[in-house]
């Protein structure tokens, strides 16, 4: 079955910091998809990045980047010079197939709250 | 561009009572999906509806149902209530069934609480 890791419960650091947030999955897909997600305390989750499995580059959109690493089942997250309005929880996700007739689902892990301090 | 909106945002119920949630997708999309996020957890599937049928169907109880309306919009019921239910339900829209192609749009979620 799928399953997706976030070993981090809860994070705090120091407002300017850089903070790594990890998340490694399992799958028996060859082909799948691997998302982040941000969870402000509004409760709507929030599209941050959409990575093919089989395009390991790593990718960077401003201070947020992104490093996917195939041979360890891993895709972490680093926001870079970090900013109270970073606080949030942070969830990644693996696409899944669930029938022949191409419909999916995402399988979440439980998330990182990620607290930055002033 | 409306994104996908939920109503209510806050509902209480008793132990034992019928509750129906709402969702209307974003423009353009297609396809709804339904998931549980308890306290502390992630969001978990809990079903599909595309075409005004249910597609696909996660680990929920048959407790839970729902419906597509011709304009894309949906609703999920939850029978006989659980303490257990108590939870954010969000709602998920996309277009088509692959998500992976284009990604969701989620709601910012009912916050279910029973009593």
């Known amino acids: 079955a799928q399953k997706v890791t976030q070993a981090q419960t809860e994070i705090s650091v120091v407002e300017k910091e850089d903070v790594t947030l990890d998340c490694v999955y399992e799958?028996?897909?060859?082909?799948?998809?691997l998302f982040w997600y941000k969870q402000p305390p509004s409760g709507e989750l929030v599209f941050l990045i959409r990575r093919n499995s089989f395009d390991e580059q790593n990718e960077i959109s401003g201070r947020y980047s992104w490093n996917f690493q195939k041979s360890t089942s891993s895709f972490n997250f680093t926001i870079t010079a970090s900013q109270v309005v970073d606080s949030a929880v942070y969830f990644c996700?693996?696409?899944?197939?669930?029938?022949?007739?191409?419909?999916?689902?995402?399988?979440f892990g439980t998330g990182t709250r990620l607290t930055i301090i002033p | 561009d409306a994104g996908v909106t939920q109503s209510p945002t806050h509902l209480i119920k008793t132990r034992g009572q019928q509750v129906t949630l709402r969702c209307s997708p974003k423009s353009g999309h297609d396809t709804v999906s339904w998931y549980q996020q308890a306290l502390g957890q992630g969001p978990q599937f809990i079903f599909q509806y595309y075409e005004e049928e249910e597609r696909q169907r996660g680990n929920f109880p048959d407790r839970f149902s729902g419906h597509q309306f011709p304009n894309y919009s949906s609703e999920l019921n939850v029978n006989a209530l659980l303490l257990g239910d108590s939870a954010l339900y969000l709602c998920a829209s996309s277009l088509g069934q692959t998500i992976a192609n284009y990604g969701y749009t989620f709601g910012s979620g009912t916050r279910l609480t029973v009593v």
């Open positions: 996700a693996l696409s899944e197939r669930i029938s022949n007739f191409g419909n999916e689902k995402l399988t």
């Open positions: 799958t028996r897909d060859t082909t799948y998809y």
